[in-house]
């Protein structure tokens, strides 16, 4: 098989890594140095929003299966050119993408499925955002309703910093979704979809926030770590039965099949549980603490996925150890970043922000690299991840990932 996965980031990098040694070539758009390092990898140059240019690129490599790994092409629809094409994509449609691209279509579609949420309010305006931050008790939870690579997000107890926000959004032409606080802990559940059959895959925990013990502001992930030890037993049928296949179900019935990675964002809270969020692709970093320990090869689940077998594919098997994924960040991040930086190399190093220059690695990005770990417990995992990151200049991480599990 050959596959063209697309993103250079750090969940595409640990996509490469799964999918390698299973496949005859493995060509990525643009790729990043750790996938450029990979034996049967191949970096080729390209715009991954460009569905036209890639559907070229899959047909020239006479590839078996596209992998789309970021948000912004699926939504962009390029899936949509690649299917046209005849070309296998593991990757939803422009119009199922909605569900990442838009948090007030996600919300409309948990409604219709009954799907439980977060109460909320679509506004539109200055004085609907006003009229909605009055209905919900601090922390106040304010969503950029359109992509934010994961930063559009502010949790915040104080209110004008909420105000601030919701006008920032609406003033640039878009909308907010305004929410109640959802407390409890909380879960990635990344599930396998063909359009009719799910498949989730092992659980983890995204840590969000920049600085130790949930300070700071909200960043795309600061480090992941799976299993999870504490979860309670049957949450995966739990999130399929009440989750996942309701909100399958109800875009098939609107007429847009959903064939990708439906992610769950959940808090486990004294209600039950709630999604916070989805997302329509492998979350990151919570891909590079999740895809290590599965044993099936990924390029046997994804296809099956790309073309409607999945209720032919044998129950996947899991390695029992633990990996834990330390985000290693730039200087600044999330806000003015100090680039250029000589990486040195790390064992269990997951590339994200980084490029060649002069033959040395450096940062180009706010999330650098994950170094992971792994270990027969996530104690063992975690003190494998920290005491393999060797510092570069102005590097920021958090000490406290996956700390007493």
């Known amino acids: 098989m050959k596959i063209l996965l697309l993103g250079s980031g750090g969940r595409e990098h640990a996509l490469a890594l799964s999918l390698a040694p299973h496949v005859e070539a493995l060509y990525a758009v643009p790729g990043n140095p750790g996938i450029s390092h990979i034996e049967n990898a191949e970096c080729i140059d390209g715009d991954i929003l460009n569905g036209r240019a890639i559907v070229e690129i899959a047909l020239h490599k006479n590839v078996d299966l596209v992998v789309i790994g970021p948000e912004a092409p699926l939504v962009a629809g390029v899936a949509d050119d690649l299917r046209e094409a005849g070309v296998a994509v593991f990757g939803p449609s422009g119009a199922a993408a909605k569900l990442e691209g838009s948090k007030a279509f996600a919300k409309e579609i948990m409604a219709l499925a009954e799907v439980p949420t977060a109460l909320a309010r679509i506004c539109s305006t200055r ?150 969020e989805f997302n329509v692709r492998f979350g990151d970093p919570e891909t590079q603490a999740v895809l290590p320990r599965l044993k099936t090869p990924l390029t046997e689940v994804l296809y099956a996925a790309a073309t409607g077998k999945l209720h032919q594919l044998e129950p996947l098997e899991w390695d029992e150890d633990a990996v834990v994924a330390v985000v290693l960040a730039s200087e600044g991040y999330p806000g003015k970043l100090t680039l250029g930086v000589e990486v040195s190399p790390m064992e269990g190093l997951i590339h994200a922000g980084t490029a060649w220059k002069d033959d040395r690695v450096v940062t180009t990005g706010g999330r650098v690299a994950a170094v992971i770990g792994k270990g027969e417990t996530v104690a063992q995992a975690r003190e494998a991840a920290y005491s393999a990151i060797v510092p570069f200049e102005g590097m920021q991480y958090r000490t406290d990932i996956a700390a007493g599990i």
């Open 127 to 276: 004085e609907e955002a006003e009229d909605a931050l009055q209905m919900f008790p601090p922390p106040y939870v304010v969503k950029d309703d359109g992509l934010a690579a994961g930063k559009g997000v502010v949790v915040t107890e104080d209110l004008e910093k909420a105000r601030e926000h919701a006008f920032e959004c609406i003033d640039a032409g878009g909308s907010v979704v305004i929410e109640e606080f959802l407390d409890g802990p909380e879960v990635s559940l990344l599930c396998v979809c063909d359009g009719k059959t799910v498949i989730p895959l092992e659980a983890a925990q995204d840590f969000k926030r920049l600085k130790d013990g949930g300070e700071g502001p909200n960043t795309g992930g600061m480090g992941s770590y799976s299993p999870l030890p504490w979860a309670p037993v049957g949450l995966a049928d739990e999130v399929l039965e009440r989750v996942a296949y309701p909100v399958i179900r109800e875009l098939e019935r609107q007429g847009t099949p959903f064939v990708g990675i439906l992610y769950c964002g959940l808090a486990l809270t004294e209600r039950g549980i709630r999604v916070i």
